[in-house]
């Protein structure tokens, strides 16, 4: 995992206090449906219990918690004649929440102010003799570095401030490839659906990598030619990973995002782990003005036209709404951010794949087709007539036509269309506070919660099947000025992803089974562990259904990360160390064919449907419950070595 350590030293001394310029600005910026079917697998307190150690580790050890979503100021200040001035005083003014933070030039004119929260800066320089300077405005990205060259005119500190010098947008002092997405292009830019992910497809080389399987949220995107399983997805610089799909986890809606960050390159010795890219989004926190937005986007279908072979035109109405609000709780010290977002969407789609067997058919009479049915029992000779008698029929064959509501065709071809239901609910919400502590420390925290459900219709209108998420992720971040040429920054992030997938029930209680059928065959799993298992349909008819119903998936993923980084300033060499924990834990439990799947083919009366009446299956299939525990500790350690040789070259050693 990255960390970002900070740096400090007798030269640039940097420290934080409550500023006196600040200026209005925006803010920076669960409901699962109510399921018939409930799976779920134990919390396990050794999960909550690794939880508790890794936060007494970072507490104890580094008594801090952090975010990497953060940038650096670097400059030169000179006299008229270009000789480096000693001893200026540095202030880099945040002018949304008007938090100050101060640094002193080295023996050579220069200093650094790192480590800063991202948003809108100007630079204010003062020395005895000379006139106060004061930079113009300018924009501080995450994992950017700016460059500030200040020439300040003989004069005394109480006349006017000059405003002028030149602020170096292009990076001039990292070898990194990177580039950021900012507030307005995610604010601006058609979204589908609104996942701010697919800006990620704006920075040269990045393409989508394609789907998730059914088991994650966001696709994934490949960089440069690497996987799209490769990159490293951070939330405020902390760890924001699917373990098992290495995707991103969640993703916050446009409003409460500020920016994006995308390495694509040359990374530095703390962004190990991954070879892709190092993908960063960095939520909005309060300013010293209240701020909000309210939103709602809807979609339905009233414009639609009817699908060209459906008899109705599908249904749609989708409504996506929230609104966030931020502000102070104390004026330059203290300041609140929360969001909410909501999806409520209903549609139903035309299918037509669906071909159901006449009425004629089910009396077992096949004189009308042209495949006529054959008897297995009297060495394949024709039924007379085409006609299967009643009396042959296997009881389960017509259990199931009636209590899985077989339905008669409506359309050519023999088909049954109609248009199936797909619901998702979704919501999702972010709070944040950020506190200065004092002068020389400041505490953040966010948490992030995102559910979703989504139901969908499998081959038969009654099959029905649940996809629910329930998402987590918390962080906490203190830095931490140790001395003036000491910087420390600690950081805990907890990120959890549970998943429930599964058969909904139809019928009483949980549903039908092959037992009510009148099949006399067990399951391939326990009612055990409190888990509830709906039965699940899988099989087909050739050239008739198949029923493809989604099968029972739980999954409990989490990972907890602690991090502790210091950044130290001697001279020409700015040090960054640091080092990670991580805590992964996995369980999942599968029940893929845990109940019987038939199949019928026709190979023993000619006729699939036939084999069907029959009770003749071509193949009979069943799995059992699979259980899988994973669980790994990672430790990590990085040194860098950033040295200024000239004031244009720099040599990196990590």
Known sequence: MPFQPGDENRHDRSSIEAGVWNRAASP?????????????????????????????????????????????????????????????AIKGVNQLTGLVFTATTDDNGRFILPRLPIGDYHVEITRDGFRPFKSPSFRLDAEATRQVEAKLELGQVTEAITVGGAVALVETVGATIKETVDERRITELPLNGRNALQLVRLVPGAV?????????????????GARGTANNYLLDGGDNNDPQLN????????????????????????????????INATTKSGTNEFHGSAYEFLRNDAMDSRAFFGLEKGKLRRNQFGGSIGGPILKNRTFFFASYEGLRERQAATFSGLVTATAAQRGGDFSAI????????ANNAPFPNAIIPTSRFD???????DKLQVPLPNSSGNRFVFNRPENTNADQIIGRVDHLLSASQRLSARVFQSASAADNTAGLPVLRAENAFDNWNIQGQHTWTLSPALLAVGQFTGNQTKIDRGPLPFGPGTGISYRDLGINVGRGAPETDGLTLVPHYRGQVTGYWNLNQDNLVTIDRRTYQGTYNLSWIRGRHQVKSGGELRYSYSDRVTGNGIDPQFNFDGRFATEPFADFLLGRPASFTQGSLRINKNANWSPSLYAQDDIKLTNNLNLSLG
């Open 247 to 278: 995707t991103a986890a969640l993703i916050p809606n446009p409003d409460a995002l500020e920016e994006f960050s995308i390495q694509t390159n040359n990374f530095s010795a703390e962004y190990g782990r991954n070879s892709g890219a190092i």
């Open 28 to 88: 920076r910026g669960k409901a699962l449906s109510d399921s018939r079917r409930r799976s779920a697998i134990d919390s396990h307190a050794t999960g909550m219990q690794t939880m508790k150690t890794l936060v007494s580790l970072v507490l104890v050890t580094a008594g801090l918690l952090p975010a990497q979503s953060t940038g650096q100021i670097n400059g030169a200040v000179y006299d008229s004649s270009g000789a480096a001035i000693p001893g200026a």
């Open 395 to 401: 009881p389960a064959a017509v259990a199931f036509l």
């Open 208 to 224: 989508s990598s394609g789907g998730n399987n059914g088991l994650g949220q966001n696709d994934g995107i490949s960089v440069n």
């Open 370 to 377: 042209a495949r006529k049915p054959t008897d297995p029992n």
